[in-house]
Antibody, heavy 120, light 113 residues
Framework: QVQVQESGPGLVRPSETLSLTCTVSGGSMSDDYWTWIRQPAGRGLEWIGRAFFTGTTNYNPSLKTRVALSLDAPKNEFSLRLASVTASDTGIYYC??????????????WGQGILVTVSS | EIVMTQSPDSLAVSLGARATINCKSSQSVLLRGNNKHQVAWYQQKPGHPPKLLIYWASTRESGVPDRFSGSGSGTDFTLTISSLQAEDVAVYFCQQYFGTPLTFGGGTKVEIK
């Protein structure tokens, strides 16, 4: 069974770039699309985007100008970079596997999430 | 963007009783190619990530107890817990995958009465 783990700094200063990494064990990241989802404290879920090992990406239009996703299949690593962060970017960030290929579908394997706080 | 509206925000149900959660999409999420609705349901317990329960509106994920069922058509969907157990206390989310961005409902908190 695939295991998913997010890592990265828990504190980011306003206007800087948030960088997170998702590592997968027990499976290959080259078989699927991988997704970042975030959840502000006590609130709902927001889809950030997804990527395939070929470099194909889909982004949420609300974040498209600030976000970059990349997947390094040989290393089994999936990365998120979110530029020019503000306090509204504070929340738990999850990495998850997307069961869709040509189009996104449901998310069936999730990491435990990492809390990122944007504060000076 | 497709908006998913859940109701109620919270509900308290007695152990062994039925819990019903509703989700309404702002437009049809029916995939005509296979005549299936592109809706998934997740369960999130405190301090844990969401867990997939249901996809295609009514297909139960492997390992999910059969007291969980999904139904619906058009723009109205329902997650039913037929006999609430203590371990079912959680927040439940619906999600559409008919279009991007993927969007989720605001969540329904289920508690024991």
């Amino acid at each position: 069974q695939v295991q998913v783990q997010e890592s990265g700094p828990g504190l980011v200063r306003p206007s800087e770039t948030l960088s997170l990494t998702c590592t997968v064990s027990g499976g290959s990241m080259s078989d699927d699309y991988w997704t970042w989802i975030r959840q502000p404290a006590g609130r709902g879920l927001e889809w950030i985007g997804r990527a395939f090992f070929t470099g194909t990406t889909n982004y949420n239009p609300s974040l498209k100008t600030r976000v970059a996703l990349s997947l390094d299949a040989p290393k089994n690593e999936f990365s998120l970079r979110l530029a020019s962060v503000t306090a509204s970017d504070t929340g738990i960030y999850y990495c998850a596997r997307d069961q869709g290929l040509a189009v996104p579908r449901w998310l069936d394997a999730w990491g435990q999430g990492i809390l990122v706080t944007v504060s000076s | 963007e497709i908006v998913m509206t859940q109701s109620p925000d919270s509900l308290a149900v007695s152990l062994g009783a039925r819990a019903t959660i509703n989700c309404k999409s702002s437009q049809s999420v029916l995939l005509r190619g296979n005549n299936k609705h592109q809706v998934a349901w997740y369960q999130q317990k405190p301090g844990h990530p969401p867990k997939l329960l249901i996809y295609w509106a009514s297909t139960r994920e492997s390992g999910v107890p059969d007291r969980f069922s999904g139904s619906g058509s058009g723009t109205d969907f329902t997650l039913t817990i037929s006999s609430l157990q203590a371990e079912d206390v959680a927040v439940y989310f619906c999600q559409q995958y008919f279009g991007t961005p993927l969007t989720f409902g605001g969540g329904t908190k289920v508690e024991i009465k």
